[in-house]
């Protein structure tokens, strides 16, 4: 079908793109977003799937078929700030292609057949990443997640409330098996020469906001040794925190920053930073975490400033199901298929964590560049990994 898949992927390529960069901007609950919600609710009419939408806003399309357990596929739809195409999309998009597949194959599934979206996977707007999943798991309660504060201070829960119709709470309840397929994050698969993955387990992981308070002051009238300049600390903490990631082995980023009051000609009072850690154990988490925290603590010392170090979310390790994922990396026409790690956390992973059996099919990613407009696969590797999943599906549904 790859036809489907084309068309599919043309209808998406204009929504929520820049001009200027290329990237896409498809937070949850904007314009963008809903144009998609209102573009996959659309082509699951077309294929008549029954749409079920729960309280949060994620949404599963439903082939009625067969009874049990069923098996649900699919992925997310919001982007990152500027992020790409394909991360969440091509799991949408592969999705409804592979059933397409099922039946053009005449497949006569035992199990109920679902295609998921869930909402706000990146946490783009509103900090916790795969929220929609943990609030469907139970994850994470209504309670803290309605308080959860976009960039404006507009919450969650006002916004969850104002567009979704009350939905059901068992969106997951009759779900036997998960299966996401994603583009690749990195290039492993390009390594092994392989157009598709299996993933074995997704890296420990966690968001953590450093709070530097100082003194505002001005840019020319102040002595450099009469400073208490948190941006000095902060800027000191990045170097330390990529330099002991380095060592480590590890991964730590400092991807966003907020200054106050972020002026060009004042010394600022207030840098507040996001820390993204991802290690290969829970336990270097923890030491990498609290090696760049005893380190900025001693640097704010010496710098006559403060911090608070606040962990927003840390995600365990997760270990797919591996009977399950050996069973679908089995016996394919080119032999068997790689089973790889990620560092890169994803609903697949909560459901997992939750109870649900889960497996994930990987896209080769020819660069490995994700969550920036550049991220990119080829066609072909694209249409490779729907008939991937089809045959995973179909595997699943005897
Ligand atoms: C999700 O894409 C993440 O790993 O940040
Ligand atoms: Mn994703
Ligand atoms: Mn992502």
């Known amino acids: 079908m790859p036809d489907d898949f084309e068309r599919m992927w043309a209808d998406l ?32 009419a ?20 067969g009874s049990g357990p069923a098996v649900v596929t699919g992925s997310h739809l919001d982007s990152v700030l500027d992020g790409g195409a394909y991360d969440g999309p091509l799991g949408v998009v592969s999705a409804l292609a592979a059933v397409d597949l099922l039946r053009a194959r005449g497949v006569a599934p035992a199990r109920p057949v679902g295609v998921s979206v ?18 469907a798991t139970g994850t994470v309660s209504w309670e803290v997640a309605r308080e959860l504060r976009d960039g404006d201070g507009v919450a969650f829960g006002d916004v969850v409330e ?24 990195g290039r492993d698969l390009v390594d092994r020469g ?15 906001r450093f709070e530097f308070a100082g003194s505002a002051n001005h840019a020319g009238t102040t002595r450099m040794e009469d400073r208490a300049d948190p941006m000095l600390t902060y800027a000191f903490t990045a170097l330390g925190a990529n330099k002991q990631a380095r ?20 010394v600022p009072s207030h840098v507040t930073a996001w820390l993204d850690a991802r290690c290969s154990t829970s336990e270097s988490l923890t030491a990498l975490v609290d090696g760049i925290t005893a380190q ?24 797919f199901d591996a009977a399950l994922a050996a069973r679908v990396a089995a016996d394919h026409e080119d032999g068997d298929w790689p089973v790889i790690p990620t560092q890169a956390g994803h609903d697949a992973g909560i459901l997992s964590a939750a109870g649900i059996p889960s497996a994930m099919l990987f ?9 920036s407009p550049a991220e990119h696969a080829e066609l072909p590797d694209c249409l490779v990994g729907v008939s991937a999943l089809a045959d995973t599906l179909e595997r699943l549904l005897r």
């Open 162 to 185: 104002g567009v979704v119709a009350g939905g059901s709470s068992s969106l997951l309840a009759s779900v036997g098996t998960y299966v996401e397929l994603h583009v690749e994050q």
């Open 363 to 371: 896209v080769r990613n020819p660069t490995g560049v994700s969550h």
């Open 13 to 44: 390529a204009p929504v929520g793109r820049s001009a200027v960069s290329g990237g896409y901007f498809r937070q949850p609950f904007t314009a963008p977003e809903a144009e998609l919600r209102g573009w996959f609710r659309e082509q699951c």
């Open 247 to 266: 060592l480590a082995g590890e991964r730590a980023t400092f991807g966003r920053v907020s200054v106050t009051p972020n002026g060009t000609n004042a």
């Open 46 to 65: 077309a294929r008549a799937l029954r749409v079920e939408e729960d309280a949060f806003g994620n949404l599963v399309g439903w082939w009625d078929v």
């Open 296 to 319: 900025a603590t001693d640097r704010a010392g010496r710098d006559g400033t403060s911090l608070t170090v606040t962990a927003e979310s840390v995600s365990p390790a997760v270990a």
């Open 118 to 135: 869930f909402v706000e996977e990146e946490g783009s707007r509103f900090g916790l990443a795969c929220l929609g999943s943990r609030l």
């Open 194 to 208: 392989a157009a598709v993955g299996v993933a074995s387990g997704i890296w420990p992981h966690g968001r953590y």
